[in-house]
């Protein structure tokens, strides 16, 4: 299994969404451009995915947990802890 770190700064420090992370790792597994693998949201809602452990309206942080999916190949789990793992898909 792949993963990447929590990091969620891009160089310019903003601050990476959930499903832009997952793009970037299924790209960088895969060594394609983004334009290459089909959409996210053929495979998630990406707004819904962002939305899962972002905080809530008044600041606090949501409960912990975990979600997985299929997309591109690859089984996708993203944590509350903003870490995204994948693994190869076995046909």
């Known amino acids: 299994m792949h993963s990447t770190d929590t990091d969620t700064g891009s160089p310019t420090n903003a601050p990476r969404s959930l499903s832009e992370r997952v793009i970037t790792a299924i790209v960088d597994a895969k060594?394609?451009?983004?334009?290459d693998l089909e959409p996210l949201y053929n495979a998630i809602d990406?707004?819904?995915l962002d939305a899962l452990f972002a905080p809530q309206a008044d600041g606090t942080t949501r409960a912990r947990g975990s979600v997985s999916f299929q997309y591109a190949g690859y089984w996708i789990t993203v944590s509350s802890?903003?870490?995204?793992?994948f693994k190869a898909d076995d046909p």
């Not at 060594?31 to 334009?35: C, I, K, L, V």
């Not at 802890?81 to 793992?85: D, I």
Request: net charge negative; glycine share 8%; hydrophobic share 25%.
């Open 31 to 35: 060594g394609q451009s983004p334009n």
């Open 46 to 48: 990406p707004e819904a």
């Open 81 to 85: 802890e903003n870490a995204v793992e």
